[in-house]
C-alpha cells in the first residue's frame, strides 16, 4: 500500500483545512485508516482513525467535535476536516493504514504503511 498525505498549509487561528490521503497497491477498504500527528520535540500522537466494514470512527479527545474523518472507497482517498483549528494543532500530519487483524491497536503509532506527512502550520 502506498499512501500519498496532501492539503497541508498555513491557516489562521479558528481556521479550517482539509487534509486528504491517497491509497494505491490493494484493497483500500479491508484496511483501518489512521491519521496521526507529530509538533516538533513531541512524539507522534493519534488524531483518528477509520474503518469502512465494519464501520468505525474514532478521534482523540483533542480532536473531537473539530475534525472529521471520513473516506471516499471509490477514490481510495481518506479525509481528515478539520475546523476551529488552534495553535496547539501545528504539526506534520502522516496518514497510515493497517490491516484489522494486525493485532497493532488502531490508536498506537504502529501502522504498517505510511504516508510522508503534510504540514500543518496554524498561526495567530
Known amino acids: 500500500v502506498q499512501l500519498q498525505a496532501s492539503g497541508g498549509g498555513l491557516v489562521q487561528d479558528g481556521g479550517s483545512l482539509r487534509l486528504s490521503c491517497a491509497a494505491s497497491g490493494r484493497t483500500f477498504s479491508r484496511y483501518v485508516m489512521g491519521w496521526f500527528r507529530q509538533a516538533p520535540g513531541k512524539e507522534r500522537e493519534f488524531v483518528a482513525a477509520?474503518?469502512?466494514?465494519?464501520?468505525?470512527?474514532d478521534y482523540a479527545d483533542s480532536a473531537k467535535g473539530r475534525f472529521t474523518i471520513s473516506w471516499d472507497v471509490a477514490k481510495s482517498t481518506v479525509y481528515l476536516q478539520m475546523t476551529s483549528l488552534k495553535l496547539e494543532d501545528t504539526a506534520v500530519y502522516y496518514c497510515a493504514a493497517d490491516t484489522p487483524d494486525s493485532g497493532t491497536h488502531y490508536s498506537r503509532p504502529e501502522y504498517k504503511y505510511w504516508g510522508q506527512g503534510t504540514l500543518v502550520t496554524v498561526s495567530s
Open positions: 477509520i474503518r469502512w466494514s465494519p464501520s468505525f470512527t
